[in-house]
């Protein structure tokens, strides 16, 4: 069975300061790895994804994740936070016929 | 605006009503989902729809029960609820229900039960 961890529950970052937020995945075959945000009172949307080739994705927003299969992770970076980033970031693995799972997700405060 | 539209955005009910959740996506997709997001809990799938006709329910408790009358609309029928089933209900879409696909998501409605 596939599944996600995002071992942070909550990040504090300073406005301009880089950020990482950390995804690990179990999954038996090539994942397919996402990225989504969900601000206040909203649904969630997607920022990136990776199916398959260059292991570092851009995304919307000035998002990077990176993917790397030796330790099946799927972090999130950005090189300088701004204050309109403070969200809940939340992991999945998907593939093929499978639904994406989703991981608890990790949420963001960005201090000024 | 990601053309997944979602009513009511708020509902307050009793244990002993029946109410129902509506999801209506405008973006042409097959495949329609119900998720429970409860705080500090994974997002949890509850329903999917592809083309209509459902293919998974994870072992969701018959007080809830979906309608999907077409490729547009999605419904979640709410009876006896308990406390317990105070949360986020998102919907979303995407093109064939496929687990490669970016899912569109809206804005979710916040369920309380008394």
């Known amino acids: 069975a596939q599944s996600v961890t995002q071992p942070d529950i909550h990040i504090t970052v300073s406005e301009g300061a880089s950020l990482e937020l950390r995804c690990n995945y179990s999954?038996?075959?090539?994942?397919?790895l996402f990225w989504y945000v969900q601000s206040p009172g909203q649904g969630l949307q997607l920022l990136l994804k990776?199916?398959?080739?260059?292991?570092l994705v851009q995304g919307i927003k000035g998002f990077e994740a990176e993917f790397k299969r030796s330790q099946s992770s799927f972090n999130l970076r950005k090189p300088s936070v701004h204050w309109s980033d403070a969200a809940e970031y939340f992991c999945?693995?998907?593939?093929?016929?499978?639904?994406?799972?989703f991981g608890r997700g990790t949420s963001l405060i960005v201090h000024p | 605006e990601t053309g997944v539209t979602q009513t009511p955005r708020h509902l307050v009910m009793g244990m002993t009503n029946k109410k129902s959740l509506k999801c209506e996506q405008h973006?042409?997709?097959?495949?329609m989902y119900w998720y429970k997001q409860s705080a500090k809990k994974p997002l949890e799938l509850m329903f999917v729809?592809?083309?209509?006709?459902?293919?998974e329910n994870n072992s969701v408790p018959s007080r809830f029960s979906p309608e999907c009358p077409n490729s547009s609309h999605l419904f979640l029928h709410l009876h006896t609820l308990q406390p317990e089933d105070s949360a986020l209900y998102l919907c979303?879409?995407?093109?064939?229900?496929?687990?490669?696909?970016?899912?569109?998501f809206g804005s979710g409605t916040q369920l309380s039960v008394l």
């Open positions: 979303a879409s995407s093109q064939e229900g496929r687990g490669d696909e970016k899912l569109f």
């Open positions: 999954y038996g075959a090539t994942p397919y």
């Open positions: 990776y199916f398959s080739g260059d292991t």
């Open positions: 999945a693995v998907g593939g093929g016929s499978y639904i994406p799972t």
């Open positions: 973006l042409g997709h097959n495949a």
């Open positions: 729809y592809s083309l209509e006709e459902r293919v």
